[in-house]
T-cell receptor, first 112, second 115 residues
Framework: KQEVTQIPAALSVPEGENLVLNCSFT??????LQWFRQDPGKGLTSLLL?????REQTSGRLNASLDKSSGRSTLYIAASQPGDSATYLC???????????FGTGTQLKVEL | GAVVSQHPSWVICKSGTSVKIECRSL??????MFWYRQFPKQSLMLMAT?????????EQGVEKDKFLINHASLTLSTLTVTSAHPEDSSFYIC???????????FGSGTQLSVL
């Protein structure tokens, strides 16, 4: 059974700091990996999708890497802003892409 | 990007009533839709997967008769919580994927509170 863990569970940083969120998964036979952001009481916003054959994806201040063999992904946020405050979830696709298992989430707070 | 609309965004109901939540893909045909629930401060848990025109596949521990899923068209899936009880209070989110999409697109979620 695939298990996805995110560390840290919560993080508070001053504005402008670069930060790294970690995601690990137990079964390396994944199809894709996706990072999401969730604002309180709201749905999910997709940030980055990394296919199993890729090593990283970038979008603006976000960079996600994937090391399938070691079962790890990281989300790097550059020059953090208060608007980045949210819960960040990673999720892995297995079963040919039909099953999505979510991580436990990292709650990020960026302070002024 | 693709848009998934989920309605209602929040609902309060009395114990014993049924609640229907709709999930629509607005600009693509959703061949597969997924329903999740999320308890406070916990991650999303997959409840069921539905393919258009066929019966939903439920995850272990999810009661089929309590959480009725209908995916009658390529743009609409519904989740009905039958005879809701306070322990069903949760945040429910749907997601959808089209034929050529690898990404999942998510609805905005429904906060259900059962009194």
């Amino acid at each position: 059974k695939q298990e996805v863990t995110q560390i840290p569970a919560a993080l508070s940083v001053p504005e402008g700091e670069n930060l790294v969120l970690n995601c690990s998964f137990t079964d390396s036979a994944i199809y894709n990996l996706q990072w999401f952001r969730q604002d309180p009481g709201k749905g999910l916003t997709s940030l980055l999708l990394i296919q199993s054959s890729q090593r990283e994806q970038t979008s603006g201040r976000l960079n996600a890497s994937l090391d399938k063999s070691s079962g790890r992904s990281t989300l790097y946020i550059a020059a953090s802003q208060p608007g980045d405050s949210a819960t960040y979830l990673c999720a892995v696709y297995t079963g040919g892409g039909n099953k999505l298992t979510f991580g436990t989430g990292t709650q990020l707070k960026v302070e002024l | 990007g693709a848009v998934v609309s989920q309605h209602p965004s929040w609902v309060i109901c009395k114990s014993g009533t049924s609640v229907k939540i709709e999930c629509r893909s607005l600009d693509f045909q959703a061949t597969t839709m997924f329903w999740y629930r999320q308890f406070p401060k916990q991650s999303l848990m997959l409840m069921a997967t539905s393919n258009e025109g066929s019966k939903a596949t439920y995850e272990q521990g999810v009661e089929k008769d309590k959480f009725l899923i209908n995916h009658a068209s390529l743009t609409l899936s519904t989740l009905t919580v039958t005879s809701a009880h306070p322990e069903d209070s949760s945040f429910y989110i749907c997601s959808a994927r089209g034929r050529s999409n690898e990404k999942l697109f998510f609805g905005s979620g429904t906060q259900l509170s059962v009194l």
